[in-house]
């Protein structure tokens, strides 16, 4: 087979099998969970349900993790003021994992009117795998702290997970890659070798090998003959005149 024909053929097979690889990656999932929590207040017992959404983007060897709360869960009886109520939480790890990732956010932004649901910020933290597998990450408890006061609110009744992520350990526990869900963002890495090749290159990069070695030899091997070629011409023309004599 010609190097034009084998390179198209190699070209193909490795299309191929990139299609394959994300063909049969695996696929995290993420779901908007109803949590019902339920609030230790200043004053008293209180209860509501927030569709809570966790979020998981890969940095490094681990992921950045965003908890987010589409409703509130508690109220004040006095109005808060820009920056008087700090939230922060925690989410519970299952399956593969164990343990608890703490997420925390920045204080209100604008100031909350009295007994009026208290509209949770964004929090985030940071989850480095340490076993390998599908690992659940389900809303954990809440906690509040307004006025010299906290509030914690902690989940009822078994809530789902809100996120499934497929892990690889930090350090290398077992092979496959990681990936985000669908409003998360998928990461993967892994590692390929080579293996028949001898020495290294300048820079630390390896020899080259195959069809473009081979048009360099045959460059190299075109300029020798041409250099050849012309050293045989001028011996020629200069010796001509030295037979004539």
């Known amino acids: 087979m010609s190097y034009p024909k084998r390179t198209a053929a190699f070209a193909s097979a490795a299309a191929l099998a990139g299609a394959a690889v994300v063909l049969t ?42 908890m987010s709360w589409q409703k509130g869960v508690s109220s004040s009886p006095v109005e808060l003021g820009k920056g008087a109520m700090s939230p922060s939480a925690t989410i519970k790890l299952g399956a593969a994992d164990s343990g608890t990732i703490p997420v925390s956010g920045p204080p209100n932004a604008a100031a909350i009117p009295a007994n009026t649901p ?3 910020s964004d929090l985030s933290g940071t989850y480095t795998p340490g076993k390998s597998g599908k690992v659940t990450l389900t809303a954990g408890t809440l906690t509040i702290k307004a006025l010299g006061t906290t509030t914690t609110c ?36 892994g590692t ?3 293996t028949g090749s001898t020495g290294s290159a300048p820079g630390g990069t390896l020899p080259q090998t195959g069809p473009d070695d081979s048009a360099i030899a045959l460059g190299t091997l075109g300029g020798t003959v041409l250099l050849t070629g012309a050293a045989g011409a001028l011996w020629l023309t200069r010796r001509g005149p030295a037979v004539r004599r």
Do not use: F, M
């Open 25 to 66: 990656a695996p696929v995290a999932h993420a779901d908007v969970v109803d949590v019902n929590y339920k609030c230790e207040t200043p004053i008293g017992v209180k209860s509501a349900v927030s569709p809570i959404d966790i979020k998981g983007v890969r940095s490094g060897a681990g992921y950045k993790v965003t």
């Open 118 to 120: 208290i509209k949770i």
């Open 154 to 189: 902690t989940p009822t009744g078994n809530p789902g997970p809100s996120l499934t992520l497929d892990v690889t350990a930090a350090g290398g526990g077992s092979t496959g890659g990681s990936s985000g869900a669908t409003g998360a963002t998928s990461g993967s890495s």
């Open 192 to 194: 390929s070798g080579s």
